[in-house]
């Protein structure tokens, strides 16, 4: 609930690209070596306990007698990082300086926000209780191994931080300008993204934030806001209120194009051609993979080929994200009903070479965006039938064409006579489709989650 009453329960995030100067890029670095070195410490701690525990036991030692087992929980790793960095614990840090002076703790913990090694703590609590979780068979999903130690060269920098509120004070995270945005312990940072949709929120406590992870990838930092937001007024949810131009879309994820829409009378509703940017970016991205192979091993020139190729797979990554993210907002908001076809029956029609302009893991995003975006929209989404024949099905007059190749950009029905591109045939095909009917009294299953 935010301070004007208005119920905050949409989880959603803000992402900016940091412009920094080498004095706050370092500042940065400082507080993610903190963070990683908090993470270890407790990682370290307890994995020493658990092989001395065990070691024990090998010889022998009554379970009664064995050195007792270090708690995990948050609150225990947070007080034992604050006594460890601060030189209250037994196995604090002694360091001798040049005068002499025998400082306990970590001599720099006054540089870097309290918050960075208590939130460190706090994931590395939470990565343990995943590991132990998983062995016991609480845990859904993937098993959780033993966590790892974050390594200074293998593990990407990051660290959050928390956002503050106090009584009558702004909140510590918050934007200064259109392009500034402040931070506990770090003051003021400049971002290239424009930060006017946060103060907006923030402003009118429609949004909460509720901490900040810094990243440092590819050569540069970035942060993520996080936070919860008031649900979207409800004139933009309802379906066929303002602004919605369909009442019901098919979409096809192209052949020829990235992707076509269309409503169930066989109009035409968009087309994302889009495809140039990501053609330029993966051709780059070719180029730069082959300039990569022509280099000496441990060279310098290697090492600068390898970054090159980062950047381009950033840039590959960003541009079909964008795209993604502009069919996905056009759709859920244009429209009172989308229907996308099943990502196994997309797979299994069309063969990489073909034009995939946005590949398999692309279409799990697209849905993933669809389905968030759709619950904020208040738009009925469906995912048709795996077994649908969209594309080799006639719009016209219904008749399946089983020898519809990959190679026919064009449909041709031997029955009716249409003559219709084959994108914009199936995404009609996908608007007219019907969920198989459900028992009378219950309500359609929801869409199973995408992929990962
Ligand atoms: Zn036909």
């Not at 460890?84 to 002694?94: F, N």
């Not at 996308?340 to 993933?368: Q, V, Y």
Request: with cysteine.
């Amino acid at each position: 609930m935010s301070h004007t009453g208005v119920p905050l329960t949409r989880a959603t995030t803000f992402k900016f690209t940091l412009d920094v100067n080498d004095e706050q890029h370092h500042r940065l670095f400082a507080h993610a070596g903190a963070s990683r070195l908090a993470f270890n410490h407790h990682i370290g701690r307890v994995k020493a306990n658990l092989d001395q525990r065990a070691a024990e036991r090998s010889y022998g030692v009554a379970e009664a007698d064995l050195t007792p087992a270090l708690s995990w929980s948050k609150v225990s790793f947070i007080n034992e990082m604050n006594a460890w960095k601060d030189g209250r614990a037994p196995d604090a840090r002694v360091e001798v300086l040049d005068d002499g002076t025998v400082v306990r703790g970590l001599p720099w913990r006054g540089e870097v926000s309290t918050d960075v090694f208590e939130t460190a703590s706090v994931n590395a609590a939470q990565a343990l209780k995943n590991w132990s979780d998983s062995r016991k068979g609480a845990r859904a999903g993937k098993a959780a191994g033993f966590p790892r130690f974050k390594s200074r060269h293998r593990t990407a920098p990051t660290f959050r931080l928390r956002s503050k509120y106090r009584e009558g004070a702004a909140p510590s995270v918050r934007p200064t300008g259109p392009r500034t945005v402040r931070f506990p312990k770090l003051g003021e940072l400049r971002v290239r993204e424009n930060t006017r949709q946060l103060r907006r929120m923030l402003g009118s406590g429609r949004f909460h934030a509720y901490a900040a992870s810094f990243r440092f990838e590819r050569g540069r930092w970035t942060v993520t806001v996080t936070g919860v937001a008031a649900v979207l007024h409800h004139q933009r949810r309802n379906p066929g209120a303002a602004g919605r131009t369909q009442s019901r879309v098919g979409l096809d994820v192209g052949v020829k194009t990235l992707a076509v829409a269309a409503d169930e009378h066989g109009n035409q509703f968009q087309v994302w051609e889009g495809v140039k940017a990501l053609q330029q970016a993966q051709a780059r991205l070719k180029l730069a993979n082959q300039a990569l192979a022509r280099t000496k091993r441990d060279s310098e020139g290697r090492r600068r080929a390898a970054r090159r190729l980062g950047r381009m797979h950033g840039r590959v990554a960003a541009v079909r994200k964008a795209l993604l993210h502009s069919i996905s907002s056009e759709l859920a908001k244009g429209s009172a009903v989308v229907v996308i076809e099943d990502l196994n029956a997309a797979g299994m029609l069309r063969n990489r070479k073909l034009a995939r302009h946005i590949s398999d893991a692309g279409f799990g995003e697209l849905r993933r965006q669809l389905e968030y975006k759709s619950a904020w929209y208040g738009t009925e989404l469906i995912v048709a039938d795996r077994w649908f024949p969209s594309s080799k099905t006639c719009s016209a007059c219904g008749t399946v064409r089983a020898d519809l190749t990959l190679a026919d950009r064009v449909y041709e029905c031997g029955a009716c006579g249409l003559v219709i591109d084959r994108d914009l045939n199936a995404a009609v095909n996908l608007a007219r489709y019907t969920p198989p009917a459900q028992p009378s009294g219950t309500k359609p299953s929801p869409p199973l989650p995408a992929a990962a």
